[in-house]
């Protein structure tokens, strides 16, 4: 099988069902800015990174890929089986944050990106899959959508955050609180 098909060379592409929509189609754009956040977290797994962790990003790519097969399939059209999002999902990340939140800092301020490479890497994977949730936010107001999946990027960008944190402490790398010029 051939990776080029040149079916998409005047601007349209096939959704999971076969529908055919323009490539800047909000659901094409959802699925894409998710790939995105997944090929982020494929370089935050390439960093000198403890293995627990290696192994969640790994899980939450894997459900990354089930999110984009989710928002690439058309629900009135598709016959096709497709994984899915459970609440177990959102358990996994909530119960990673609270276990390294045992190891941090008390939060007292909004914190600067950066500090390593490790730890800038993260928060810009955060901040993709914040775009993410609003891309699937604003599609849910045209299409139905399974609200796990706007629960599950919403969750995952806290975790990324905390995840950032969490790198930072095991660098030691100090971390840079915001004050506000007032």
Known sequence: MKIYTKTGDKGQTSLIGGTR???YHL?????GTVDELNSWLGLIR???IDDHSLRILMDVQDRLFTIGSLLASDPEKSKMKLP???IEDVTILENEMDTMETHLSELKSFILPGGHTTVSYTHI???VCRRCERL???LTEENPIDPQIGIYLNRLSDYLFVLSRYFAQNLNVPESP???RI
């Open 27 to 31: 659901r094409i754009e959802a699925y």
């Open 84 to 86: 899915e999002l459970t």
């Open 136 to 138: 699937v936010v604003h």
């Open 178 to 180: 915001w004050n506000p």
């Open 21 to 23: 929509v323009p490539k």
């Open 46 to 48: 390439d960093q000198a």
């Open 125 to 127: 994977a955060r901040c």
